[in-house]
Nanobody
């Protein structure tokens, strides 16, 4: 499956942004997720929505500000981000996983497919 992320750009601190990720095929059987990588840092888990629509978030300040959702009919997953701050500046990657339910999906090694990333820059 090929993944195309979009919606990144420049936003002021305190603002909101919605990222989209559209797949080249049906996503109903995939777990879908978002990771991000800030300059000079390792890629980190942001959020996942399983094929059963169960969501998990990185508890480090993202859980109450970010919302992941999926629209299987459009082969698309979204990441709504609110109250953005400079620490959210990063390249955001969407990913798809065919791993069985129950594996640690906060780990990048359990994701089979990756999009190209979209840059989010939060200005203070």
């Amino acid at each position: 499956v090929q993944l195309q992320a979009s919606g990144g750009g420049l936003v002021q601190a305190g603002g909101s942004m919605r990222l989209s990720c559209t797949a080249s095929e049906r996503i109903v059987n995939y777990h879908m997720g978002w990771f991000r990588q800030a300059p000079g840092k390792e890629r980190e888990f942001v959020a996942v929505i399983t094929r059963g629509a169960v969501t998990t978030y990185n508890p480090n300040s993202m859980k109450d500000r970010f919302t992941i959702s999926r629209e299987n009919a459009k082969n698309t997953v979204y990441l709504q981000m609110n109250s953005l701050n400079s620490e959210d500046t990063a390249v955001y990657y969407c990913a798809a996983s065919t791993y069985i339910t129950g594996v640690d999906l906060t780990s990048a090694r359990h994701w089979n497919y990756w999009g190209q990333g979209t840059l989010v820059t939060v200005s203070s």
